[in-house]
């Protein structure tokens, strides 16, 4: 019988496995460990009224970034999963993992090249929607050789920080916030860096150019604009020129 004063409240789940009708028993103990009972805040993240997040076009699975105050733009991004573009320059980037695309890229070498992929950014994290612990679990391959892998990438690329963030829920908050905290570092801190010292060069200013827009989207654009495009096929170059003179790089604030 359940102890009512130790495991509290217990609930039933039904669900479906490999087409057939599944019931689970869990107890309170078993679905904290499962979903922690946390509420994301609502305040928005380093003061921004609004964030602009490139999302790369090739994410599947894309977050949505719902009740908060972002901007998303489809772009095929050069690393990453989402990132940020500061002064036309893309200054930071976060890929985001399932426990399994970790271990599978990881072991595959995938991961040695995405991490230093992300270093030619100013900044780049690597975001996980799983726990630590749940590493130690693993039965398709030995855990001891993802946690010495982990540990090896991490010495090498130190500068590119792996974030467990256990569910996909705050892994999309993380990420949120993370981008906010490198949108006003990038705008603010690094561009009065000149200042400070006239010979220093700020650190965006290695960073990869903002990936320009599909041309599905510019297509669009020139549509609301009146401007007279083909149905289908390649833009005439003075068409991307005119969507480049209407979308000018926003300058950083000193």
Not at 20 to 25: A, N, P, S, Y
Not at 61 to 74: E, G, N, Q, S, T
Not at 103 to 122: C, E, F
Not at 150 to 161: N, S
Request: charged fraction near 25%.
């Amino acid at each position: 019988m359940l102890d009512r004063s130790r495991e509290n409240r217990s609930q039933i789940v039904y669900t479906q496995a490999r087409g057939r009708d599944v019931v689970f028993w869990q107890s309170a103990r078993t679905r904290k460990k499962a979903r922690p009972n946390v509420r994301t805040p609502r305040a928005r993240a380093a003061g921004l009224p609004e964030l602009e997040i490139l999302v790369d076009s090739h994410e599947q699975y894309p977050y949505k970034f719902a009740a908060k105050p972002v901007h998303v733009l489809r772009r095929a991004l050069p690393c990453g999963d989402y990132g940020v573009v500061v002064a036309g320059r893309m200054v930071a980037a976060v890929e985001r993992k399932s426990l399994a695309d970790l271990v599978s890229s990881l072991t595959g070498g995938k991961l040695a090249y995405q991490l230093g992929d992300l270093t030619t950014l100013p900044r780049a994290a690597v975001v996980v929607e799983d726990r630590y612990s749940d590493l130690f679990k693993l039965e398709w391959v030995r855990p001891a050789v993802v946690l010495d892998g982990l540990a090896e990438v991490q010495i090498r690329w130190p500068e590119v920080p792996i974030v467990f963030a256990e569910t996909r829920q705050l892994a999309e908050e993380y990420t949120y916030r993370w981008l906010a905290a490198a949108h006003t570092w990038a705008s603010v801190d690094d561009a009065s860096a000149g200042l400070i010292d006239p010979n220093g060069r700020a650190e965006t200013a290695k960073a990869p150019s903002a990936p320009e827009p599909s041309t599905a989207e510019v297509r669009a654009w020139a549509r609301t604009t009146g401007l007279e495009v083909p149905p289908r096929g390649r833009l005439r170059p003075e068409i991307w020129q005119a969507w480049r003179d209407a979308h000018p790089p926003t300058e950083m604030s000193s």
